[in-house]
């Protein structure tokens, strides 16, 4: 029997012994593991019982369905209540979940796309929200009819990313996206800010326009009609402040302090609150069925392999990285309809405005909320789109831990971090991103990419959308002249040698900005009868190893390396790592004090990365009877 022929009188009895059960299971795997949170899964079993198996539409038997509601668990330490929910469902097996936190299991200790019913890691505080404001923005993209709904704990209330997304949210209208704050009014080592003051939550948001409803999170019936509620309200998203007490059930823990990531130990505290869970079980009652999502006559795009039409550029056209992104941004728009832009703010300087001009359906303005706008990319790339969050490269740095989650959701999201670098000039070292490189590269198995002319940057725009995972466009503030032709190609973990010669004797290796820097220093040592070798290095990680490799090797293992950024986690970092088992020292000409303002050459000049500094450094290369040991310069 499906829940639409369930009377609420037959339901709620269904439901209270399927909450029961998800609070006996969230126990027993936490207390076989040693470790977990049962009291928090024990204040949300209610909560989450109505809204799988009295509310939501989905296929339990395909989790990944592009229809299926969704349900994001923001207090992703509540792990164990998620999966002994899709156990209920019948997706897992029960037997698996006492094997919870072990490490050839993936039901880990917070939730990640391991598995196939959870769209973006979860369990640092503030982001799930983030992120489903970006499924709820792709059912509009698709044409879907799908729900969103994610569960907020009052703790992480606390984070102001969750109040970015409270407003983002509000601008875009979504109304079909349904918070539910789960109000046990006790944190890790206190009381929440507000306890159960649920008032007080219910307040807020309402203050940043949303439509809220406060309840009794054990009362089914409440929960139910509160759902309901949510789906009937048009034209802003809802906010569910459910009361509830932690540890529900549980007589060791049901509201009381310090109980927090505290599994019940085996014995008799282990039989007794199962005895006492066991004890609410209603009997004959059976599990309803799960409807099944409405499904559209349209299917969802696939992936496009279209060639990317690259603009008219001549050799010595002066144009800068950041433009040339924006255009090709544009172009891969037309072509592939899954492609989305994100932007706070900036886009008349990212020139993701270009994109906005001919897909305004796909562009999302987040405003100045650089965690929202990259939690939101998450949330759209879990589900198919391929999301281009653009922003100053230095306050990209502002939502590292949301970058950080997105590595480990192995989310499909391709950032642009523009005005990169000392050469930004007069704004002064608040604006220059010169850590970025350092993030992007610590995230396993993100392309760092750095063009530095329009041709390049427009290529790498196209490589990063193929590239199966997250990648990091690094663009530049200043425009520099076209040195390749548009017959060029750019795989990601390629290089490019711009200068060789068999009489070269050292290698520099520059990228973005400092690429002309290398050439002028070129040209100058030319004139001195000194040849070297200049490589652009564009893709910094996957760095190309084998070319470095044999560069230095043919050069007397002198190699220098130049980039607009601090030296620890750049390009002097990624080339110091590819050469180190052939015996290539590196010396590292980058940014090493804090910048001050001033004329973009001044800057390069004064903080060793101009190519004076390379030639500079070339000859003390030369005059040296070994290479330079790193970092000496």
Same mark, same amino acid.
């Given at each position: 029997m499906s829940v639409e022929g369930l009377s609420r009188s037959s339901l709620i009895p269904a439901l209270q012994t399927i909450a029961t059960r998800l609070r006996i299971e969230s126990v027993r795997s936490t207390s076989e593991a040693g470790s977990g949170h049962p009291s928090s899964c024990c204040s949300a079993a209610d909560i989450v019982a109505a809204l799988f198996f009295g509310h939501m539409r989905f296929n339990p038997s395909d989790p990944q369905c592009d229809d299926n509601d969704r349900f994001i668990l923001s207090k992703g330490h509540a792990a164990p209540l998620l999966y002994a929910a899709w156990a209920e469902a019948g997706f897992i097996d029960h037997r698996d979940l006492i094997r919870l936190r072990q490490l050839d299991c993936d039901l880990e200790g917070h939730p990640t796309p391991r598995l196939p019913f959870v769209d973006v890691a979860t369990g640092s505080l503030g982001q799930g929200i983030c992120a489903a404001i970006g499924i709820a923005l792709n059912a509009r993209r698709l044409g879907s009819a799908y729900r969103t709904y994610v569960m907020v704990g009052d703790g992480e209330s606390a984070e102001g990313s969750v109040w970015e997304a409270a407003k983002v949210a509000d601008s875009f209208a979504l109304d079909n996206l349904c918070g539910i704050t789960d109000?046990?009014?006790?944190?890790?080592?206190?009381?929440?800010?507000?306890?159960?003051?649920?008032?007080?939550?219910?307040?807020?948001?309402?203050?940043?326009?949303?439509?809220?409803?406060?309840?009794?999170?054990?009362?089914?019936?409440?929960?139910?009609?509160?759902?309901?509620?949510?789906?009937?309200?048009?034209?802003?998203?809802? %906010?569910?402040?459910?009361?509830?007490?932690?540890?529900?059930?549980?007589?060791? %823990?049901?509201?009381?302090?310090?109980?927090?990531?505290?599994?019940?130990?085996?014995?008799?505290?282990?039989?007794a609150t199962l005895a006492a869970l066991e004890a609410e079980l209603v009997a004959g009652t059976s599990s309803p069925v799960i409807p099944s999502p409405p499904i559209r006559s349209v299917p969802s795009a696939g992936t496009s392999t279209k060639p990317l039409s690259i603009s008219d550029y001549s050799l010595g056209d002066s144009v800068a990285t950041r433009e040339a992104y924006g255009t090709a941004l544009a172009e891969l728009g037309r072509i592939d309809s899954r492609v989305v832009a994100l932007d706070a703010d900036v886009g008349n300087s990212t020139f993701s405005e270009k994109f906005e001009r001919v897909h305004a359906d796909r562009f999302y303005q987040i405003h100045i909320a650089e965690q929202v706008m990259v939690g939101a990319a998450m949330g759209l790339a879990s589900r198919g789109a391929v999301p281009f969050p653009s922003t100053f490269a230095c306050f990209l740095t502002r939502a590292s831990d949301f970058v950080r989650m997105a590595g480990i959701s192995r989310s499909n999201i391709k950032f642009a971090g523009s005005h990169a670098g000392i050469s930004i000039g007069e704004d002064g070292p608040s604006q220059m991103a010169l850590e970025d490189m350092a993030m992007m590269r610590a995230v396993p198995n993100c392309a760092v990419l750095y063009p530095c002319d329009g041709v390049s940057a427009e290529r790498l725009v196209e490589s990063a959308a193929r590239y199966d995972g997250m990648a990091y466009i690094r663009t530049s503030r200043p425009k520099t002249p076209v040195i390749y032709s548009q017959t060029e190609a750019f795989p990601v973990g390629g290089s490019k040698i711009l200068q060789q010669s068999e009489a070269d004797v050292a290698t520099v290796v520059a990228a973005g900005i400092t690429v002309f820097e290398a050439l002028a220093a070129y040209d100058h040592l030319q004139g001195e009868g000194i040849s070297i070798r200049v490589i652009d290095a564009y893709s910094v990680q996957p760095v190309d190893a084998e070319s470095l490799v044999s560069a230095g090797l043919k050069t007397g293992c002198r190699l220098i390396t130049v980039e607009d950024h601090y030296p620890v986690g750049g390009l002097g970092d990624a080339v110091s790592e590819a050469v180190a088992d052939d015996?290539?020292?590196?010396?590292?000409?980058?940014?090493?004090?804090?910048?001050?303002?001033?004329?973009?050459?001044?800057?390069?000049?004064?903080?060793?990365?101009?190519?004076?500094?390379?030639?500079?450094?070339?000859?003390?290369?030369?005059?040296?009877?070994?290479?330079?040991?790193?970092?000496?310069?």
């Open positions: 109000v046990n009014a006790l944190g890790q080592s206190r009381s929440t800010q507000w306890g159960h003051d649920v008032d007080a939550y219910a307040a807020r948001w309402r203050a940043f326009g949303w439509h809220a409803i406060v309840i009794d999170g054990h009362d089914l019936d409440a929960i139910l009609n509160a759902l309901g509620e949510a789906k009937n309200t048009g034209g802003r998203p809802t %906010m569910i402040v459910a009361r509830t007490l932690k540890g529900k059930g549980i007589p060791l %823990m049901e509201g009381k302090d310090g109980c927090h990531g505290k599994a019940i130990q085996k014995g008799a505290d282990l039989d015996g290539i020292t590196v010396t590292r000409l980058a940014v090493r004090e804090i910048p001050r303002s001033g004329k973009p050459t001044e800057l390069l000049d004064r903080y060793g990365i101009s190519s004076l500094n390379i030639i500079a450094a070339v000859h003390r290369q030369i005059a040296a009877e070994v290479p330079v040991v790193s970092g000496d310069s």
